[in-house]
Structure formats: C-alpha cells, structure tokens
C-alpha cells in the first residue's frame, strides 16, 4: 500500500530565509508525486508534479522539489520565503494507472516571521 | 471558470439531524472527490466519481454517509444521522482526466454536529 510521511508538523522560518519540507513515500513503483498548499480557510492548490523525467520539477510561487528515488522522498524547496508562503504544506503519492486515489500525507505547516 | 462550488460553506447542525452538502465540478471536469479533514485524521477521501459513477467509496466511513452525483454538474454527500464526530470539513475537489490529475478543490464545508 501507498503512503506518505512528512514528518515536520511545523515548521518556522523568517522571511526571506530557504525552505526544505520533507517527504518520505512508500510505494512499490515508480510513483506519482504532488505537492499542494492549503491557505487559511481554502481548499487545496497544486504547487507541482512528477510523473516521470527530469528529477527536479519547478511549479508555481517559485517553488520546486526533487525525486530522489534511493531516498524515497520528494522535498520541496524554496530560496527565499515570502510571508504570503505561510501555509500549510501537503504531499500526495498516487498510482500510474490513475485509478486508485491519492495519498496524502498529515501535512507541514509553515510559519513565516517577519 | 468559477472553480469547484461548495455550499454551504458553514453548517451547523444537531446530532441526530440530516445533512446534505452539495458540490459543483468545474464544467468538463469527469472526475469528483468528497474528501473529509479533521486535525484527527488529516485529509481523508471518501469517494470518487468518473463520469457521474462512484469508483472508489472505501473512504466512506459507515452506512450513515452516502453520495450521489446525478448529473456532471452536481454531487451531493448526505449524513443521516449526523453524530459530533462527524464535524470536519468537507472538500469537494474535481479533475479532468483522474486522481492523478490537477485537482482543483473547493473552498470547502464546515460541519459542526453538537
């Protein structure tokens, strides 16, 4: 069975400052990967995916996340931190035939000081 | 386009009572997902529509939640009887091609059972 951990419940960083999230998966293939952002009081927006290819993916805001297969993870990243970015962070494994849903791990949420 | 449509946005009900929340895809959209989020469990699917018929309902949690989707313009989930574990808040997401498709979430329902 699928699943996905992310073991940071919180995290604080100040603004201007990196960012890493991380995110450990367990599946049997080659996965399909996802991060999404939950804003106050909203539904889920994707930042980015992986299906297949080239290891680092760019999505939007400026974020980006690199599939390290020996590692089994699927971190997200960001050079400098905007306070708008607090939020809070999930991933998602999902299967490639498309027909079992995605797995969401218990999400990271950011903080960002001034 | 308006996005995934959710009403109500707040719902607050007495144990005992029927609830019915009601979701409205992004037109062209084959694909509907009922999730539930609670600090508890995190974000869990209940079930997922292709073309108006329910693939996966694993996540439903007892006979007590059941969903429907008519038509592709329209999904309703329905708790009868509600119980105060049942507060949450509910998603409604949809895509265009499957689960591991974009999906793009609603802006959700909050259910409160007292």
């Known amino acids: 069975a699928q699943s996905v951990t992310q073991p940071d419940i919180h995290i604080t960083v100040s603004e201007g400052a990196s960012l890493e999230l991380r995110c450990n998966y367990s599946y049997g293939a080659t996965p399909y990967l996802f991060w999404y952002v939950q804003s106050p009081g909203q539904g889920l927006q994707l930042l980015l995916k992986y299906f297949s290819g080239d290891t680092l993916v760019q999505g939007i805001k400026g974020f980006e996340a690199e599939f390290k297969r020996s590692q089994s993870s699927f971190n997200l990243r960001k050079p400098s931190v905007h306070w708008s970015d607090a939020a809070e962070y999930f991933c998602a494994v999902g299967h490639y035939t498309g027909r079992r849903a995605l797995t969401f791990g218990s999400g990271t949420r950011l903080q960002v000081q001034p | 386009d308006a996005g995934v449509i959710q009403s109500p946005r707040h719902e607050v009900t007495e144990m005992g009572q029927e609830v019915t929340l009601r979701c409205k895809p992004i037109s062209g959209h084959d694909y509907l997902f009922w999730y539930r989020q609670t600090m508890m469990r995190g974000l869990e699917l209940l079930i997922y529509f292709n073309n108006n018929v329910p693939i996966d309902d694993s996540g439903m949690p007892e006979d007590r939640f059941s969903a429907k989707m008519p038509n592709a313009s329209f999904s309703t989930l329905k708790i009868q009887p509600s119980e105060p574990r049942d507060s949450a808040v509910y998603f409604c997401?949809?895509?265009?091609?499957?689960?591991?498709?974009?999906?793009?979430f609603g802006p959700g329902t909050r259910l409160t059972v007292l």
């Open positions: 997401a949809s895509s265009l091609k499957g689960p591991t498709d974009t999906q793009y």
